[in-house]
């Protein structure tokens, strides 16, 4: 069985592969003060619940948005699975070439994430990552990385109202029943989430216009799910979308 891991800034997404079969996948929380035994604790338990066990991992691979981590997860892997791990960086096998200022730039979970729409969906595309930021990766019909386009994410902007206002709450994240809300708790969502629906729609606007063509808008992240129930530009919401790609990307290289 082959382990991903993706390991971003608030969230650390793990899924086990069966060949092309994602059997399972779970989410941890990013903490860069955990060592690989700490991590490997969880990631046992977790792995038990389906009845699997580290001797089922015969193959890893790694992408990370926290440089730190990748030696902790490279340990676990090796230590617990006995497998040394693929990372995504430079020199690896993406089948996505970035025609950008300076490609080094773009995080691997961005480059990952456009590799696995373009193999899924086809050309031109948008990605949206609605994560810790919210990020708009635009792929060419070639399956080039052309660019995109990153803002703060939702909870980010939630939690700045929190703790730069002094009377404002913290709130949850979740859809109100109207856009004009009667009390602060759903002004505070309807600004949040509505109004992040207005950012999606008119950056996707705008790019569609540049890339041309047929565009589809694909989106996955932590929120995207409740962003794309508001929105008629989102084609189709995929929460596993970096975990296949990076399947993918191990193929690429050479895994199985």
């Not at 981590?69 to 006995?82: A, D, K, M, N």
């Not at 696995?116 to 990766?137: C, E, Q, R, S, W």
């Not at 859809?175 to 729609?201: D, W």
Request: aromatic share 6%; hydrophobic share 45%; with cysteine.
């Amino acid at each position: 069985m082959l382990l991903a891991i993706d390991i971003g800034n608030t969230t650390i997404a793990l899924g086990i592969f069966e060949g092309e079969k994602l059997k399972a996948t779970w989410r941890l929380s990013t903490d860069v003060h955990k060592l690989a035994d700490e991590y490997a604790v969880f990631l046992l338990n977790l792995l038990n619940l389906g009845k699997h066990s580290f001797s089922d991992i015969d193959q890893a691979i790694i992408s990370s948005s926290v440089p730190p981590l990748v030696t902790t997860f490279e340990e676990l892997c090796q230590r617990y699975c006995s497998v040394t791990p693929l990372v995504v960086g430079s020199g690896i096998k993406t089948g996505v070439r970035i025609s950008l200022d300076n490609p080094r730039e773009v995080g691997p979970d961005r480059v990952v994430n456009a590799a696995a729409a373009h193999k899924l969906y086809g050309g031109p595309l948008i990605v949206i990552d609605l994560g810790t930021a919210t990020t708009f990766d635009a792929v060419s019909d070639e399956g080039d990385y052309v660019g995109g386009a990153i803002a703060p994410g939702i909870g980010i902007a939630a939690e700045a109202l929190f703790e730069r206002a002094a009377k404002l709450p913290r709130v949850e994240l979740s859809r109100p029943k109207k856009s004009i809300g009667r009390n602060t708790i759903t002004a505070m969502q309807s600004g949040i989430i509505f109004g992040y629906v207005g950012l999606v729609e008119g950056i996707v606007a705008r790019m569609k216009k540049e890339l041309g063509g047929n565009v589809r808008v694909i989106a996955t992240g932590g929120l995207a799910d409740v962003i794309s129930r508001e929105t008629g530009v989102i084609d189709v919401y995929d929460p596993d979308l970096t975990l296949v790609g990076l399947r993918i990307i191990h193929e690429l290289n050479g895994g199985h």
